[in-house]
């Protein structure tokens, strides 16, 4: 669904996001060009297999970028939330998108279709540096989530997870609690396990004091144990 948008240059998004060191003639055109799209929880920004047709700029609210495998298992390349961006992998309008992206919760993006980006890119070298470095960590991440899914044990890659909420979430030592929009198996799909096994280490944590959880809400996260046995 499509919104009223705002002017890159006020929003105070772009300070977490690619576009933070952009110039002004790079936020104008940005913002010249975008739409505003609002899409409910469980909707999709896009899915696996369809067309390209742009790039969107997260402003609120979480994503989950998936890959489905010939057998229908799903595989949550990763989460994300404010400032992220998605879609930009397509270099043409006949470029076919290799991943699903799902909304969490209630997500508000800017939108600028596939023809349009390409224009401000041919003007916008600043731009196009951001986007090669966002290349570069998609690909060093997928490098750490392969290796984490191949050695890593169940216990050491559900401590990764919660790292990786709590860095999503913003979670720091003197907030008392955030809920989450991912589900057990959306644990699972990331950490390459099941939901019991999820249930399991969950329980693991909370008993030796390290979380405190309770549906989908972390009330306490010991930051530094679960570092130390997520070896990150």
């Known amino acids: 669904m499509a919104i009223n948008g705002d002017n890159c240059l006020t929003c105070k998004?772009?300070?977490?996001?690619?576009?933070?060191?952009?110039?002004?003639?790079?936020?104008?055109?940005?913002?010249?060009?975008?739409?505003?799209?609002?899409?409910?929880?469980?909707?999709?920004?896009?899915?696996?297999?369809?067309?390209?047709?742009?790039?969107?700029?997260?402003?609120?609210?979480v994503v989950k970028v998936e890959i489905k495998s010939a057998g229908g298992r799903s595989f949550i390349v990763k989460i994300g939330g404010r400032g992220g961006i998605v879609g930009h992998r397509g270099s043409d309008n006949k470029s076919i998108q290799n991943y699903t992206v799902t909304a969490l919760s209630e997500v508000i993006c800017c939108f600028i279709s596939t023809t349009l980006f390409k224009k401000i890119l041919q003007g916008a070298a600043d731009l196009e540096k951001q986007l090669s470095e966002e290349y570069l960590n998609d690909l060093k991440l997928?490098?750490?989530?392969?290796?984490?899914?191949?050695?890593?044990?169940?216990?050491?890659?559900i401590a990764e997870i919660i790292?990786?909420?709590?860095?999503?979430?913003?979670?720091?030592?003197?907030?008392?609690?955030?809920?989450?929009?991912?589900?057990?198996?959306?644990?699972?799909?990331?950490?390459?396990?099941?939901?019991?096994?999820?249930?399991a280490a969950l329980k693991d944590f909370e008993r030796n004091e390290l979380i405190k959880y309770s549906g989908k809400k972390f009330n306490f996260i010991n930051i530094q144990a679960l570092k130390a046995i997520a070896n990150v």
């Open 13 to 61: 998004v772009r300070n977490c996001s690619i576009l933070k060191p952009c110039t002004v003639t790079t936020l104008s055109a940005i913002s010249t060009f975008k739409t505003s799209q609002k899409f409910k929880k469980g909707e999709y920004l896009f899915e696996q297999g369809s067309l390209n047709k742009g790039v969107f700029f997260i402003k609120k609210g």
């Open 142 to 157: 997928m490098e750490l989530r392969s290796l984490s899914l191949a050695y890593k044990t169940v216990r050491e890659k």
């Open 163 to 199: 790292l990786l909420i709590a860095d999503l979430y913003n979670y720091t030592s003197k907030q008392k609690s955030f809920s989450i929009d991912l589900t057990r198996q959306d644990f699972a799909d990331l950490s390459g396990t099941t939901k019991e096994q999820v249930s």
